[in-house]
């Protein structure tokens, strides 16, 4: 799995961006984000219990990234037409304001080193820095989701680019080297 210090891999994936169908899908490039920082969050598969939990949190704290220059993008490798009929289907996922990318040939998943065995991808957190560098990278069980609280104070201490100590959360003072 790459993890922390390694460049985030090179994409260019189809996207589901609204629920209507003559505006619905896009191309996402890894370079159309250049500049900003990246959430890259994958889950198991659509139409599924713990996932849509964890996609309706993202979608709710959204402006959170919005307003630290962060964009968020998730993923999974079910199509964009699957992605699709699931938010059209489930009320929560309704609206969502970040695309979700569909990788269906499981390039990315792959590159990335979360594609389990059986042929999905692994409940995966990436943090990418403005220049493509992981800074964070985190997998949970599948049975198990994510706490997105805990990946924006994580993006915040990364942010200030200083030594933050446990629980730190923006706002706290920062640790100073001896």
């Keep these: 799995m790459l993890t922390v210090g390694d460049k985030f891999p090179e994409f260019e994936l189809k996207a589901t961006v609204s629920e209507d169908l003559s505006t619905a ?20 598969k659509d139409f599924t219990f713990v996932c849509p939990t964890e996609i309706a949190e993202f979608g ?3 402006e959170q990234f919005a307003d630290r220059d962060t964009q968020v993008l998730g993923c999974s ?16 996922l309704r609206g ?4 979700m990318l569909a990788d269906i040939r499981k390039d990315l998943s792959s590159a990335l080193g979360v594609l389990d065995p059986e042929g999905v991808a692994k409940r995966a957190t990436f ?10 990278a985190s997998v949970t069980d599948m049975n198990v989701g994510r706490n997105v609280n805990e990946v ?8 200030t ?4 100590a446990c629980n730190w959360q923006a706002g706290d003072e920062n640790l100073v080297a001896a």
């Design 25 to 44: 899908f896009e191309t996402i490039r890894h370079d159309q984000y250049t500049g900003k920082w990246l959430v890259v969050f994958f889950w198991p």
């Design 60 to 62: 709710r704290q959204n």
């Design 77 to 92: 490798v079910d199509s964009e037409f699957v992605h699709l009929a699931w938010r059209n289907d489930h009320k929560d």
């Design 96 to 99: 969502l304001p970040f695309p």
């Design 127 to 136: 943090i990418v820095d403005p220049e493509g560098l992981i800074r964070f």
């Design 152 to 159: 924006i104070r994580v993006l915040d201490a990364l942010q």
């Design 161 to 164: 680019d200083e030594l933050c």
